[in-house]
């Protein structure tokens, strides 16, 4: 049985980057509430410092999703945590490749 801390430096890189994300969202909810933000998608030209945020916690999800999975396939790290760690930045990386198309589809003619 595997131990609830990942073993490999790769697997705690992925729970370090999740929690750096994490602390980004915070951040983000904190920064939105103070100025009282109405803006529907935030980016660092319409609000500099809220979007600077968003987008570095889902960097840091996204990383921490592909830390995850190389510790889990090339160091065969299967700790609990790797795994709940892995799944935010899948569905950050989703999110983004939505929005992406999203942007796309509404710029065309």
Known sequence: MSSLVPSSRLGRWSIALILLALAFAVAGSEISTSIANGLEY???????????????MFTAAIAASAAGLLAMLRRHDHSPLLYLSTIPGVMAAVVVIVVAMAHLLHSLP
């Open 42 to 56: 935030p980016d660092p030209v319409t609000s500099p410092l809220l979007g600077t945020v968003i987008y570095l």
